[in-house]
């Protein structure tokens, strides 16, 4: 072998090392990023699956409003937080909230009195099998004989009256004539059953009263979404659920979310913060890359003494520093620093509003409404 092929050789078995070392480097470099294990991470540990549950109407769409499709926001970089007192944020557990009663502000309601008095065993016997009618929730309440207190019927008590009740609107829409028909049949069908007189309010003034009930909470209606994208490498579900956890973070019900609790025991989450479903479920989830999450509030659900805004804001900030981020709106353009102050005026504004109609955020009544 003459000098000059021993020296093509060995330039090509260190070219040939070069492109392996290269390959090797940039495979390492833009792999998904992984949870760093450490003795006192709550992301390491397993943690039970608690949220609040709403009704099936909630997976509804939400009506157009102004808040909806929201492409406004910070730069990350020109947003300051504290991470430090982000970190101590306290995070209190769920435990489930009684249901709410009817209410003649968003429900419509029948009066059924009986010839005599109803034990509870009775009642529940002769309730409806469903507790909705069309979209809309029904229910039927009673009259507890010691209490004078309006209760879901409940065994060993005694009613003297009762009252049947459907939502005059939600997310899905306003009470339609189909629906108040079919809520009068079920109240019918349980006043005959414990042998009651029902007393039912017009049809057509609940509708147009429905309707304008409706009017109001699309025009008011408010569901926040920013998106975190990866700046270069893409993040493992792990690596998500670490960071996450450091701001308050508990597992929610399905996975791939996660939800920041209110600071009162069964509300609503404050904030909830999703990424790819397939990732969470995948069978190696180191591998799973995900280059963006989303954070999303959704104002109704939240009171505002909770800020629920500046709480997104400082977790944004948070996720996108400590996990190489930038902050995006819902199409992935990234939000610029000066539009996030004219939002929280807008949101303060709204506050105003709903509690002008005694439907404030985070009250009962607008739970209802806006689910």
């Known amino acids: 072998m003459s000098t000059l092929q021993l020296s093509l050789a060995i330039i090509g078995g260190l070219v040939l090392a070069l492109i392996v070392a290269y390959n090797t480097w940039t495979s390492r470099r833009n792999a998904p990023k992984r949870a760093l294990p450490t003795e006192h991470d709550p992301a390491a540990e397993p943690a039970q699956r608690l949220e609040p549950g709403f009704d099936a109407g909630a997976a509804g769409a939400m009506p157009p409003g102004e808040f909806h499709g929201l492409d406004r926001g910070p730069e990350p970089s020109e947003h300051t937080v504290d991470a430090g007192d982000a970190l101590q944020l306290p995070v209190p557990p769920f435990s489930p909230e009684r249901r709410p009663g009817l209410d003649p502000l968003i429900d419509v309601i029948a009066s059924l009195q009986p010839e005599h008095v109803v034990s509870g065993d009775a009642a529940l016997a002769a309730l ?18 010691a209490t004078q207190q309006w209760e879901t019927p409940a065994p060993g008590q005694r009613y003297q009256s009762f009252q049947a ?3 005059l609107a939600n997310r899905m829409g306003a009470l339609n004539e189909i629906e108040f028909s079919e809520f009068v049949v079920k109240a019918q069908a349980f006043a005959d059953a414990i042998n009651a007189a029902p007393d039912f309010p017009d049809m057509l003034q609940e509708v147009a009263r429905a309707r304008e009930l409706d009017q ?11 998106m975190l994208r990866a700046r270069q490498a893409a993040w493992s579900p792990g690596y998500v659920q670490q960071n996450a956890a450091r701001l308050g973070f508990v597992p929610g019900a399905m996975p791939g979310r996660l939800v920041l609790p209110a600071s009162t025991q069964g509300l609503p989450p404050l904030l909830t913060l999703g990424y790819d479903t397939q990732a969470a479920l995948a069978d190696d989830p180191d591998q799973s890359a995900i280059r963006d999450i989303t954070l999303s509030l959704d104002v109704a659900q939240v009171h505002r003494t909770e800020q629920p805004f500046a709480r997104l ?7 996108c520093q400590a996990m190489d981020g930038v902050l ?4 992935g353009t990234p ?16 506050y105003d509003q709903l509690d002008g109609r005694d439907l404030s955020a985070g009250s009962v009544l607008a739970r209802r409404l806006f689910s």
């Open 128 to 145: 409806p099998p469903t507790r909705r009618a069309g979209s809309k929730p029904f229910a039927i309440e009673g009259l507890n004989e």
């Open 165 to 167: 009740g459907v939502q």
């Open 216 to 226: 109001f909470a699309s025009d008011h209606d408010a569901q926040l979404m920013f």
């Open 313 to 319: 804001r400082d977790v944004a900030a948070a996720l």
């Open 328 to 331: 995006c709106d819902q199409n």
């Open 335 to 350: 939000l610029p620093a000066m539009a996030m102050d004219p939002i929280a005026a807008d949101l303060e504004l709204l």
